[in-house]
C-alpha cells in the first residue's frame, strides 16, 4: 500500500509494537539510530511512520504494521484533518460494498487517474443509498488527491472483515482519540433506550451524533432518520449506519439545528429516541416563541430539555413512543413546572427512571430517562405514572464498577408489567407507579426518589444483629492483633537507632533482585473484561474496582501487566509512602495507572519485608518529587535496609501482622458505620424500637 507520509506520536509507536509507552521512551534513550521527531511538541513529539516501520522491522521488533493501524495513522496524519478522511474512507467503503464488481478496475488505475475517476461512482452509490439530499457531499477529485492511499487501504481492511467493521474500527479509533470532543451514548443506555421504545419500523434521532441510538433501533427499523447541527457528525453518521445495516434500511441523515430548522417537518415516527445537549440557553428560545411544536406550554430560556421533549412528541405518530436521556434537573426545575403538569394531564408522560451516576455523560450525575407516548384522540388518559430508581442497589460509586446488565433488567422489569397493566405493584426503594393526582402539586417534582417509600431495612433487627455481632468479632480480633510494646517497659524511654545500610528499589532492580513495571497500558480483547487495580484501590485496600477498555473492531488487543501473588503495588501520586502485597484474590487483575509492581525475586527480597520498609515515613520524604500541583513518587529512589534473606522475613512477619491488624481496624470503622446507620433508619421506620 502506497505510503502518505503519515506521522505517528509514542503512543502509535507503542501499539505498532504492541508495548507501552514506556518502552518507546527507553528505545528513544538507548538508541542513537532511532527516528528523530519530525513535528509535533518537545513534551509529544511526532514520528515520520515510514522511518518507524523500518526501524522497528530492523530491530526485529515488528514482522509487518497492522493493516488497520496503518490506515489509521493516515487518517490522523491527513490534511484535511481527521474528519474528512473518515468521510473519504466511509465513502470508498460504501462503494467497495455495494458496487463490488466496480472496484477491481478502479483500483488498477494509478493514484493520480484514481482520484479523477471517483467522483462519478462515488456521486452514483451516494444518491443511489441517501437520495439527493444528504449528509454526505461527494467528495471531488481534488479533495480525494490525498486521500487516495487512504482510500486504498480501506478497501484493503473491508476485504480482512467486512467494509462495516472497518469502518467502525476507524471511527472507534477517533472517538477514542477525541474524548472531550464527542458526547457519546454508551451502548448500554442506548440499548436500553431502544427496548422501552418497543418494536418501531420508523425511528426518529433529532440530535443523532454519533448514531449510537440509531444503530441499536435498527433491528426492526425500516427507516431510520437523523438530523444533528454538526455536519461533520450527521455525514459520519449517514456513513457509519448504511455500512452496518442492511441495504433495505432506508438512511435518512440530515445536517441542521433541528430546533431552529427541521429537516423532517411532516415526519410521524413509530419512536423517537435522542440525547439532547443538556443545558443550552440559546436554543431558539426568542425566534421559536409560537412555533406549533409547543403543545404543552412554551418552554424557558432555561428549559432547553423540555423544548426537545416537546420536538420529539410532535414527530410521534398517535400511540408512538420516545425516550430521552434527560438531566435530573429536568424532573424538579420549578421553571417548567407547569411543563410537566400539562405532560402529566394528558398521559404524554408514562415514565422517569433514574439511571446511577456513571451510566452515560456527563458521568458524575445519575441522569433520568423519560418514555412519552403521543396521545392517541379520544383516549383517556392514563392514571398512573411509573417511577423507577435504580441507584439504589446496582451501582457503585464509580463509572466503571457500574453493574450495567442489573441496572437494565431493573428497568425492563417494571417497565413490561407497567406498560400491559398501567399500573404496578410497590418495590421499597426501587419502583412505584404514582398515581398523577399525587403528582399534581405546586413543585410537580418527578425525581424518582422522592416518591419511592425507602427500602425496607434489610431483614430489620434481625441484620443489625448480624453487624453487631460481626463487629464484636472483629473488636475481639483487633484487640489480638494489637501490637505488643515495642518496648520493654523496665528498660528505659527506648532503644537508640539502629544504622544500617541502605539500597534503594533502583539498585536491587539492577541487580536482578526485583523487576520494575508501571502500569496504565493495555486492552482487552472482546468479550474478556480483565479487573484493574488502580491507585484509589491500592490505597482503599479494596478490590480491584477497574476494567480495561476493549481492543478496538479488526486491532490487537495491547498486552497489559498482569499481578502475581506476592507483587509489592505501590501507587506513586498523592504524596504518601503506600505498598500492598498482592494477595491470591487480586492476582490475575491488570496493573492500573500510576500504580507502580515491584516484582521481588524470592530467593533474594521477602515481599512483607520490601512492602513494609517502602511505608516508612522517611521515605516518604526522600523520594518524593514536587510539581505546581501535584507530589509524585519516585519509586527507584524508595530505600531499604540491606540485611540477609532471615532476618528479612523475621521482620517480614511483623509487617505482615501490623497489615492484618490495620485491615481489621478497616473492617471495625465500616461494621460500626453500618450499624450506627441500621440504627438510625431502623429507629425511624419502626423496625426497631426505642
Not at 76 to 93: E, F
Not at 154 to 159: F, H, I, N, R
Not at 237 to 265: I, K, N, Q, S, Y
Amino acid at each position: 500500500m502506497p505510503d502518505n507520509a503519515a506521522e505517528v506520536t509514542a503512543a502509535g509507536i507503542a501499539r505498532l509494537a504492541g508495548v507501552g509507552r514506556a518502552a518507546v521512551s527507553n528505545w528513544r534513550r538507548r538508541h542513537a539510530d532511532f527516528p528523530r521527531p519530525v513535528g509535533g511538541t518537545e513534551t509529544s513529539p511526532s514520528f515520520a511512520l515510514a522511518d518507524v516501520e523500518d526501524w522497528l522491522r530492523a530491530q526485529g521488533k515488528l514482522a509487518e504494521v497492522p493493516l488497520g493501524e496503518r490506515v489509521w495513522q493516515q487518517i490522523a496524519a491527513h490534511p484535511a484533518g481527521a474528519v474528512t478522511a473518515l468521510v473519504h474512507a466511509g465513502c470508498a467503503l460504501l462503494l467497495v460494498r455495494d458496487r463490488a464488481a466496480a472496484w477491481p478496475t478502479l483500483a488498477a488505475a494509478p493514484d493520480t487517474r484514481l482520484a479523477e475517476l471517483l467522483p462519478v461512482p462515488l456521486e452514483e452509490t451516494l444518491t443511489e443509498r441517501f437520495g439527493v439530499e444528504r449528509a454526505v457531499r461527494t467528495p471531488t477529485a481534488r479533495a480525494l488527491a490525498p486521500s487516495v492511499p487512504l482510500v486504498r487501504g480501506a478497501a484493503e481492511l473491508a476485504a480482512e472483515s467486512s467494509p462495516g467493521e472497518a469502518f467502525e474500527f476507524l471511527l472507534g479509533r477517533h472517538l477514542d482519540a477525541n474524548p472531550r470532543q464527542y458526547t457519546l451514548t454508551p451502548p448500554g443506555p442506548a440499548a436500553l433506550m431502544a427496548a422501552l421504545a418497543g418494536p418501531a419500523a420508523t425511528v426518529l434521532d433529532p440530535a443523532c451524533g454519533t448514531g449510537a441510538l440509531l444503530r441499536a433501533a435498527t433491528a426492526t427499523a425500516t427507516v431510520v432518520h437523523g438530523q444533528d447541527a454538526d455536519g461533520d457528525l450527521a455525514a459520519l453518521t449517514a456513513l457509519r449506519l448504511a455500512l452496518t445495516t442492511d441495504r433495505t434500511t432506508d438512511v435518512r441523515v440530515l445536517p441542521g439545528d433541528t430546533l431552529r430548522a427541521d429537516a423532517f417537518p411532516a415526519l410521524t415516527a413509530d419512536a423517537v429516541l435522542c440525547h439532547p445537549p443538556f443545558n443550552e440557553r440559546n436554543w431558539g428560545h426568542d425566534e421559536l416563541a409560537y412555533d406549533p411544536r409547543w403543545e404543552y406550554g412554551f418552554p424557558a430560556r432555561t428549559e432547553s430539555e423540555l423544548a426537545w421533549v416537546q420536538h420529539a412528541l410532535a414527530r410521534l405518530r398517535p400511540g408512538g413512543t420516545a425516550v430521552l436521556l434527560m438531566p435530573p434537573a429536568a424532573a424538579s426545575r420549578r421553571s417548567g413546572r407547569r411543563i410537566r403538569a400539562d405532560l402529566l394531564r394528558r398521559g404524554a408522560l408514562r415514565a422517569v427512571v433514574a439511571l446511577p451516576a456513571g451510566a452515560a455523560p456527563p458521568y458524575g450525575i445519575p441522569l433520568h430517562l423519560w418514555v412519552l407516548r403521543r396521545p392517541v384522540p379520544g383516549e383517556r388518559p392514563p392514571a398512573e405514572l411509573l417511577l423507577v430508581d435504580t441507584a439504589t442497589e446496582t451501582s457503585a460509586p464509580g463509572r466503571d464498577r457500574l453493574d450495567w446488565p442489573a441496572v437494565e433488567t431493573a428497568v425492563l422489569d417494571a417497565w413490561r408489567p407497567f406498560l400491559q397493566d398501567g399500573t404496578l405493584a410497590e418495590t421499597p426503594g426501587e419502583s412505584r407507579s404514582v398515581p398523577v393526582i399525587e403528582l399534581l402539586d405546586d413543585d410537580v417534582d418527578l425525581a424518582p426518589a422522592r416518591h419511592l417509600p425507602p427500602p425496607a431495612a434489610a431483614e430489620g433487627a434481625a441484620q443489625l444483629a448480624g453487624v453487631r455481632e460481626r463487629l464484636t468479632e472483629t473488636l475481639r480480633r483487633t484487640r489480638e492483633l494489637t501490637p505488643p510494646p515495642a518496648t520493654d517497659p523496665t528498660a528505659g524511654p527506648g532503644l537508640p537507632g539502629v544504622h544500617r545500610t541502605a539500597t534503594t528499589v533502583g539498585e536491587l532492580a539492577r541487580a536482578g533482585a526485583l523487576t520494575l513495571h508501571a502500569g496504565g497500558a493495555g486492552s482487552a480483547a472482546a468479550g474478556a473484561p480483565v479487573r484493574v487495580l488502580t491507585d484509589t484501590d491500592v490505597l482503599a485496600a479494596q478490590a480491584p474496582s477497574g476494567s480495561l477498555p476493549e481492543a478496538p473492531p479488526g486491532g490487537p488487543a495491547e498486552e497489559p501487566v498482569l499481578l502475581a501473588a506476592g507483587d509489592v503495588v505501590v501507587p506513586v501520586l498523592g504524596g504518601g509512602a503506600v505498598a500492598r502485597v498482592v494477595d491470591p484474590a487480586t492476582a490475575g487483575a491488570a496493573l492500573g495507572r500510576n500504580v507502580h509492581l515491584l516484582r521481588p525475586d524470592p530467593a533474594a527480597v521477602d515481599p512483607w519485608f520490601l512492602a513494609g520498609f517502602l511505608r516508612v515515613t522517611a521515605n516518604k520524604r526522600q523520594a518524593s518529587s514536587y510539581a505546581s500541583t501535584a507530589t509524585r513518587l519516585d519509586v527507584r529512589r524508595l530505600q531499604l535496609p540491606r540485611l540477609p534473606l532471615a532476618e528479612q522475613r523475621r521482620y517480614g512477619a511483623r509487617f505482615q501482622a501490623l497489615a492484618e491488624f490495620e485491615e481489621a481496624l478497616r473492617l471495625a470503622g465500616r461494621l460500626g458505620e453500618q450499624l450506627v446507620q441500621g440504627m438510625y433508619d431502623g429507629l425511624a421506620d419502626g423496625t426497631v424500637t426505642p
